[in-house]
């Protein structure tokens, strides 16, 4: 299991979990199956500040976490020191994650503090072009060149388009439960 660390945001405690957002290749999401060069995903400041967020908003706030029933209804962290992983071509990040906010989730609350690794996805708007290929053997329609970060989903329960066997996901964690 990797470490973690216990900061306070805020005036308030969090565990500080590693997240890896998105690899390189070709992800079937939302708007179905799109490659995600190294380049586009080399863009990783807009990530810091992004809200982690229990599940994707609904339709009823655009599908968007930028919305204060979102924040109150689903956020429990932030999102901060984004960067690109060269070795293993992807988008990474640490989720902050605030004790008081994600004791409403049971579910997710009882991973973080046995230090089980979560599935996640990403809120992302995307500009495409319209360029269909292959990429290790997966087709896609259309090539991601810019993404605009809205929120990182933590899916309890659920499978990501980027899922722990491509190697996304929260980060196992030492346990926290006598520290958190």
Not at 121 to 142: P, W
Not at 164 to 180: I, Q
Request: hydrophobic letters at 40%.
């Amino acid at each position: 299991m990797g470490s973690y660390l216990i900061k306070n945001l805020e005036g308030r405690p969090h565990v500080v979990v590693p997240v890896t957002m998105i690899v390189e290749g070709v992800l079937n999401g939302s708007h179905g199956p799109l490659m995600y060069p190294r380049s586009t995903l080399r863009n990783v400041r807009a990530w810091n500040g992004r809200p982690v967020v229990v599940h994707h908003p609904t339709m009823e706030a655009n599908g968007l976490a930028d919305d204060p029933v979102i924040y109150n209804k689903q956020k429990i962290g932030t999102l901060f020191n984004a960067g690109y992983d060269a070795k293993r071509r992807a988008l990474v990040a640490e989720a902050w994650i605030d004790k008081a906010r994600v004791q409403s989730f049971p579910q997710v609350h009882k991973a973080i503090r046995a230090g089980r690794a979560l599935e996640v996805s990403t809120g992302v708007i995307t500009d495409n072009d319209e360029i269909a290929g292959t990429f290790n053997g997966r087709d896609y329609l259309a090539v991601v060149r810019s993404m605009h970060p809205d929120h990182l989903a933590i899916l309890p329960g659920l499978r990501g388009a980027c899922d722990r066997k491509m190697g996304c996901g929260t980060h196992a964690v030492e346990n926290v439960a006598g520290s958190w």
